[in-house]
């Protein structure tokens, strides 16, 4: 069995100011992680994703996120936010077993203010 | 290559009615799988599909049907439609261990 939980979901920022976005997960076999982002009234956008190596990876639009086994973590940072990152972000965990199938949080909308 | 294609976009409904929400990719993909998104719910599994004729059951599969009779198409059924099932659904297909994600329909049953 497979969940995750995304901490508050709202989270409100100045234009410039660092965007923290977290995200713990639980799963019973070793995850594969991932960020997708929405954009009002669109699909949903891979942002990045951990499978297996480095522990920080990068994604599009200047965001990243470390993997963190001990503390199950998956939580995702952007150093400066712009109004253009407002939108909601969901964070999901599946694992390299078969046809795994995806689980997501429930999302956590990331206003900006100028 | 036009990715996920879903149509409609929007439709209205009313209780009892049928229909069939249409999903398409050309990326030849296996694995394909419907979605519905709720305010506050994030994304549940609906269904999914890991070939041609193989479906199985997601989350939250009562009152909906799936068949995958060709790789491209994966349509997904309502036989009687409930207010339950107003919601956004979002099909999707998977190359290793990433999903991409369709536009989306929104149905509204009254």
């Known amino acids: 069995a497979q969940s995750v939980t995304q901490l508050g979901s709202h989270v409100s920022v100045s234009e410039?100011?660092?965007?923290?976005?977290?995200?713990?997960?639980?799963?019973?076999?070793?995850?594969?992680?991932?960020?997708?982002?929405?954009?009002?009234?669109?699909?949903?956008?891979?942002?990045?994703?951990?499978?297996?190596?480095?522990?920080?990876?990068?994604?599009?639009?200047?965001f990243e996120a470390?993997?963190?086994?001990?503390?199950?973590?998956?939580?995702?940072?952007?150093?400066?936010?712009?109004m253009s990152d407002a939108a909601e972000y969901f964070c999901a965990v599946s694992s390299n077993s078969g046809y795994s199938t995806l689980t997501f949080g429930k999302g956590t909308m990331l206003l900006v203010s100028p | 290559n036009?990715?996920?294609?879903?149509?409609?976009?929007?439709?209205?409904?009313?209780?009892?009615?049928?229909?069939?929400?249409?999903?398409?990719?050309?990326?030849?993909?296996?694995?394909?799988?419907?979605?519905?998104?709720d305010p506050g719910m994030g994304l549940r599994l609906i269904h999914y599909s890991v070939g041609a004729g193989i479906t199985d059951q997601g989350e939250v599969p009562n009152g909906y049907n799936v068949s995958r009779s060709t790789t491209e198409d994966f349509p997904l059924r309502l036989l009687s439609a409930a207010p339950s099932q107003t919601s956004v659904y979002f099909c999707a297909s998977r190359r290793q261990e990433t999903q991409y994600f369709g536009p989306g329909t929104r149905l509204l049953v009254l």
């Open chain 2, 2 to 37: 036009a990715g996920v294609t879903q149509t409609p976009k929007f439709q209205v409904l009313k209780t009892g009615q049928s229909m069939t929400l249409q999903c398409a990719q050309d990326m030849n993909h296996e694995y394909m799988s419907w979605y519905r998104q």
């Open chain 1, 66 to 82: 470390e993997f963190k086994k001990s503390e199950t973590s998956f939580h995702l940072t952007k150093p400066s936010a712009h």
């Open chain 1, 16 to 62: 410039g100011a660092l965007v923290l976005l977290r995200c713990n997960y639980s799963s019973s076999v070793p995850p594969y992680l991932f960020w997708y982002v929405q954009y009002p009234n669109q699909g949903l956008q891979l942002l990045l994703k951990y499978t297996t190596g480095a522990t920080l990876v990068k994604g599009i639009n200047g």
